[in-house]
Structure formats: C-alpha cells, structure tokens
C-alpha cells in the first residue's frame, strides 16, 4: 500500500515546508496563532483525504504535480522572506 505514495514523497516533503512558511506568514502579520494553527490543520486533513482519494487518478501526473507544488513552494518561501525582511525593516524605523 505504501508503494503507491512513494512518487508523491517529494511532495509531502514539500508540503510539510508549505506549511511552515504559511504559518511563519501567518505569524509576521500578527494572526492569531490558535485560529492559525486550527486552520492549518484542517487544511492538512483536506489534503490528506484529496491525496487519499486522488491518488490512483493523479499518479501518472506526479512528476508534473512534484515540480509544480516545489515551484510553488520555492516562491511562496521567498514572499515570506521578502516580506519577513520588510515587516523587520519597518520594526526597526518604528512604523
């Protein structure tokens, strides 16, 4: 059973840093954390069962999915940097 989720392990890998880097957003703009955190687990458990229940349809595409879920990643980890950097610079003038 296990075998048929291996060329999505990149993914889930990927997925797991998504979510660090949301939630690290979520923290820079002053979200609540406890409605952060309860958000970011309904949305692991939305993706948990689209994963489950996609997976024998979309895993001839998981090459394609890969990359573009790391692209997306990637660009999403430098908008939080980007904007952790001009949240700090801002911090530092007293705005």
Known sequence: MLEEYLPF????????????ILAS?????????KILGGL???????????GTVATEI??????YITFIGGLAIFILGIQAVYEAIKH?????RGE
């Open 40 to 50: 970011s687990i309904i949305a692991v458990i939305i993706w948990l069962v689209i």
């Open 58 to 63: 979309a895993i001839q595409y998981a090459n």
């Open 25 to 33: 957003q979520g923290v820079v703009q002053g979200v609540n954390p």
């Open 88 to 92: 700090i610079k801002a911090t530092k």
């Open 9 to 20: 392990i990149g993914l889930i890998i990927f997925g797991n840093i998504e979510n660090l």
